[in-house]
């Protein structure tokens, strides 16, 4: 038999909190999981610094991504039961998209780094640019286990997630507006926090998707279930992702990465306790090894070593962060930000450089994108598409007053931080003044 | 108001997967929370190397000991409202123990390392000693904090968790064959692997504790939940703490730490990349701000560095650990243990240095200790007493049959390890005769 | 001690599936939990016959009314922590009223007859008229535990459920757009017919309830936890409680009624076997003892009855209510309508009575209703106001779209229902032509 | 199409609370669940008089029957797809056995009546012999549904509910020590009345059983969750199934039943309402048809009749029964088993007739019944065997210290019942000798 179609001898699982049981039926997905490149995921936190604020989000890409691949495992099973193609272009499952798909799912994630959106931004990396990378680049395990598939199958895999694959049904399954990769993360960070936000129904969802022939619908009568879950995955973001505190640390991991760069390209590594592994990125000349060697552990190693770091900007950043001192915030309005410049000064006055202790810090999101009529450009996002028994198609938010109450609106917030010194001062002496007029203007968490 | 009994302008609160809330209302346990060498164990996680079986166990030891607070926190409030002490010797529970319990709980695990049991086997620490170092050394934050209460208030705690405090009903709400800690862990590991084995009635098991004289005792009409929790506790042994797959990667630590340690030791450190933090303790030579440096992703860094050492044990073992290459097992008998000089020189005849590949694991519990009075040793586990409507009191295992069966017994296995190519070659040409050999002596996942 | 302060010597507590425990301290309500009329709420079912469509949700009124008492005990726990009264007049909470909110919670459902609804609408009777009537008689052992308390406890109790009780607090606790009725209710529904719709975090918004001058309004923080409850709300309606296979069982449950109550009044008792309990009923003269002997398990007493009756209309409607032969339904808009009487035509032509074997029934609610300047009427339920840091308020869906989304518009639909017969014929011979006259009407599960 | 094989045009789902969904596939299976007698089990509450302790525990033989039903659907699913026979005698799983064990699952407990254990005491009727005739007797729904499958097919239904079935596996799968009866059961009676008790690991016992050829064996990676099984049940007998409360109400229910006997036998039935349904019962002389309109609301209705019987007894046991007022009672055993006569002269003392109102009952559970090579009777129940990689079995108990402790023996206890008044007089000044004297003999909940 050859490799493509190889299953184990007997079906292996995985216990999983979320889904119970993570089923594995072929040798390909077992090898991928057993990569060098998959198990790096265990090093990397799914939340980033959301963990400092719900303590219980510990959980890794690692975790999350063997979910995602157990979803489109059940997605394809409900697909080929009842949905299963009788003929080239009839729009229905062809099953021999199974493994695409299910290697897709597996490893739609394998480019993350540490912190990632703090990382990329320091260091102009690519999270999605990287997982194309490693899926592609002849010197990966990963490419490895996937070639011996067939010689274009890791391309295959790698168009998938790039959503260049000529089947929408097997795009769709990883990369839409309800797909595995949401649906996992939503339940699995709802677990982990201990939120009940993002509990949703997911199996009556899983029963209601059906492919056609541009991609994949859900019946009428799983309507609610899908509204449900727009629902659920707006109260996540606004509770959980863009929560101020998660923030509060990610704006100073995001000063303290620059101000070592800023050191290192200053001075010299002399200066900065020598971050081996992270030299090829503050030179801008890494390769596939350098990247795989990062992990959360190694740029907390080096913020452990920048404790003593004779900088005292470095020094006080990195234990701002090991220790959770988050910045403080309060919230503005295109009315308050007027103000901004003047409360920088007292943070200036009162002995902080604001380059490093200020910040501002914008977080928005789009719940649902529905097609706009009057803006119509070629979207990225296909809408989510409702099914009549007759066959009939109407796009969700014309059929949810809720959704269409949320949909196409950003939401979110615009805050300024700066260090909860101001607020909360120790020292209250030499900066009582300073301290405050920059009281003056806060109110219920807001400019003012 | 003093500083002991001063409480937060409004209870905190911070969302828990497992007790839903952690409630915190005295500024002491949100500062001790705040401290650098709490704010540690993040970066430590609970179960060491499950993870790598039960990829869900990735909680760390903050959360745990957050649990341990929270748990306590309830066990207080029900001792008070149901049984407040009238005068002193009366046997019932005095609220001014209150902060010292909630403290001890809290800080139980503040001296646990990274890997502690394998990371103490290597380099000689000890994870309690190191916990009532940090409490009582006036140089970290946790004693600072401690001291604001009162000069002695560190010592207090400390003896808490070193069971030589006077008043034994404080003592065994922390350790004891039932207490806060390992309630908390049964039910976070249960949740976190995703396993039912953990789950017992812990409200039940809260509202039928009830202090007397000499401590804790159950009231008699919760005695099945006394007794479904030993069971669970003897199943989490079995089915979790203790499976062959853990403790394959405990051993690639293992030998991992003793090789750089050798390699260190014999050849200086030019031989392996200078792994800066560890160097204090392959050089014995290490203080409290050293200890408290170490967590897994320091460890696991160095491990990176290590893929590319040019020592080959060293190498392989960090690729093996990081990588997730367990070494495999069986379980051996006394009468089948005689074959073991012969399975180690296979081993080592297709090629692996026996002292780093092979390895015996003896994992073994005593599920409960049971008073034997033929053994009337002065027993540290103070055994767990049911309380009659009369006062009268029974050990658990004299009334449960199920308890009675499991306690004082010990249950477990012992496992030869060995690499798992000598089951899965995959050069079968040269060593072939070795491994056809090897596998004679394997059957049923043990030694015959 | 009087009677009022009357603690139980130990609290004594129910195991509930929905809130873990029940807990009670206060002999009154140990009391009226044994009464005779509270004992009733044991054989009349919550939710009529949804259990039809979901069978898991056969649970009581009994349950139910012991899980509102649950909860208003949790907020007037949290109310005397958090929000004690220091001086008359200052909006905050006076523990006093602890008892007359416990007891009006406990009791608040205790008229409720036999499938309510139903029951009501064809005999005339009222649950809330009959719940104030069990409070106040001198004949009811409810009234004379409650008498025990103070002469005029009873009537107290009963203007609280009247809404009439001074003080808005406890009012709104029991009744209001987000009391603990509909928190248990939504909650406990939930989790017997298995939905997920109904989960929302009750534990975040009691923390978030607090007192004030004209009743409980919601910290700002919690708001989104409101806000999830409205959607939970919202879903339940539209998923749960509007399904169209528990309105068809209704439908024949009524006819059913109605049908005995014209043969009594038309032929005599001596047509349908005798309906002992029924018979004050049909006779319009009843008093409370006559009400207090109905229950679900009497009416299906009758029912199975009937099964053999002569009549051969009340035979079948029996039959087809006993064995769960709901009438089938479409849905129509004002536009289709005109059809109707064309329909019942149809149905009458293929031998079924239009009286007995059509209707029309509409469901509608309105999942929140804010107030509306335009339309400023005295409307008895308080909009849900959110409080901000400095007392200000804002009424919910002036901060949320969601629930702007929802509110004030009534969501639901009218359907006209008829026998499973006209579109599954067993007998096809001689009304075919009747039938496909009526099939070509159905598109979609609707009229067209 | 034949009957036998058709399947419905697309898979019909029943949401459920405990397995989420109840898949059916089959046209049979529908047509089962609508029959009359079918229904009817809504109308019969699994745990009897249980619910008047855990008050949650409202849930009907109706959902109970179809979550068995549901577990022997995923058992034949797991055996179809691991173990599918090759070829006769192989002892693997033949998928044309499904529909009858499909069948015997969903009706195994279609013969139930009301109340059954107390109603087939006083009555002399057995449900499992009712199972067996509703199964086979021409006039029921039931057998008309199965005919149409096969001629004989009703029979072999019969045949695996009453063991002579000649396939070991399907008739384990419904009765034998670990079976989709007593797995549903547990699970769902643990969610109703909300303890933890009944929570096993049911996937994971689902996927270590396997067929062979004297009937299911289990692997024996899965022993521990097979022990973790054999423990909860053991602990809901002793905590749910035998609660006194529950059984002081089945004694009440078991003299009210006996009390109207011996009035309709003694006097005729002008001396009680005339209870209609009940009468072929009093007369002995009851055919089909009298069975099935019985269920838990006729007993009820008529014992609301009864509440204003001119019989004291029958009026006092109807209100006691009706308004939860159980006998209260005390453990004895042999030793204090001589002072029950003198108990019973204290409660006929104090003016209740003993036959009534004093009670032995014993509650006595095997939890395991292992072989006992010293007792090698043909026993009803095959013991659990545990399979090990090689194909040899052990039994359960040989391998397990837990089961080993609980098996083959039996546990419970022996009450002795009396009204409550002995130990809680109303009534102090008459009897104040009688009730002093009962007192002496109470000590901690037993005889003394």
Known sequence: MNYTAKLLPREKVFRDPVHNYIHVAYQVILDLIGTREFQRLRRIKQLGTSSFTFHGAEHSRFTHSLGVYELTRQICDNFVRNYPSQQPGDGLWNDHERLVALCAALLHDIGHGPYSHTFERIFGTNHEAWTVKIITSPETEVNQVLRQVDADFPEKVASVIQKTYPNP????????QIDADRMDYLLRDAYHTGTKYG???????????????????????????????????FQMYQQVYFHPVSRGMEVVLTHLLQRAKFLYEDKGS??????????????????????????????NTYFTYWRDNPDSILKDLSIRFLDRKPLKSIAFTP????ILPKMRD??????????????????FDEPYDAYDPANNNNRAKPQIEIMQEDGSLNELSTLS???????GRTTGDRRFYFPREMLHPDDLQIFTPVYDEFKQHVSNNALK
Do not use: W
């Open 169 to 176: 049904q097997v795009v769709q399954m990883i990369s839409s």
């Open 401 to 407: 007053p809720i959704v269409h109450a949320i949909a």
């Open 346 to 363: 007292l943070v200036e006055a009162a002995g902080f450089e604001p380059e490093y202790y200020t910040a501002i810090n914008d977080s």
């Open 199 to 233: 509990l949703f129904d997911v199996t009556r969802i899983l029963r209601v998707m059906r492919p056609y022939k541009k991609g994949i619908a859900f019946q009428a009568n799983g309507m609610h279930a899908v509204e449900d879950y727009i629902v659920c995955r």
């Open 270 to 299: 002399h200066h900065i306790q020598v971050p081996t592994l992270l030299v090829p990125f503050f030179e801008q000349n890494f390769g596939t090894d350098d990247y795989l060697k990062l992990d959360d552990g190694v740029l």
């Open 335 to 338: 009315e308050t930000e007027t």
